[in-house]
């Protein structure tokens, strides 16, 4: 196997790993599974790298630029499979798509107007995150609880400030 195969070896690694957790938790711990899959491909790859860079030379600087080409691939295309994956659960012009698929009688604006109240999408996600403790609402403000996605969002920041050039998350 050449070291140019080994980010996308990993990349369907991490993707069968997040269908399969995903279907075997029955849609529970959705942010779990992509960090599972997400490092069980990481695994994959650093095993497959050493398994090829170990046929040659280990002294060779071929190899050890090979590493350090195919890691940040692994790392894009990890990013983007991740993105795929949230599209269905984010989008909503998806979901609404889907839902209006799914009812024979149709769909009235009256209905989704209910359904994606933006108000009501923000205070139903803040709802989540308070029960779940990662935030925390102390006299009508809401601070960090757990820390759990702060690595997390810190990276995807980061990345989208490299590959999008924006500063900020929301511009």
């Known amino acids: 196997m050449s070291t140019l195969l080994c980010p996308l070896a990993a990349l369907a690694v991490n993707v069968l790993t997040q269908i399969i957790v995903f279907r075997f938790r029955r849609g529970t ?14 695994v994959a790859f650093v095993m497959l790298e050493a398994m090829v860079l170990s046929r040659g030379n280990p002294l060779n600087r071929d190899m050890a630029t090979a ?11 990890a990013y983007c499979g991740f993105a795929f994956i949230q599209l269905g659960q984010t989008s909503i012009r ?10 024979r009688s149709g769909i009235s604006v009256e209905e989704l107007d209910r ?9 139903e996600r803040l709802r989540r995150l308070v029960e779940s403790g990662d935030i925390v609402e102390k006299e009508g403000r809401y601070f960090v609880g757990r820390k759990r996605f702060l ?3 810190n990276i995807l920041f980061f990345a989208k400030r490299i590959l999008l050039g924006r500063e900020r998350e929301f511009e």
Do not use: C, H, N, W
């Open 115 to 123: 359904e994606y109240d933006d108000k009501a999408l923000m205070r």
């Open 29 to 42: 711990q959705y942010f779990r599974s992509i960090v599972e899959s997400f490092l069980s491909g990481a």
């Open 67 to 77: 590493f350090l080409v195919d890691a940040p691939t692994y790392l894009a295309l």
């Open 94 to 103: 998806i979901r609404m798509y889907s839902e209006i698929v799914s009812t």
């Open 151 to 153: 690595l997390f969002s």
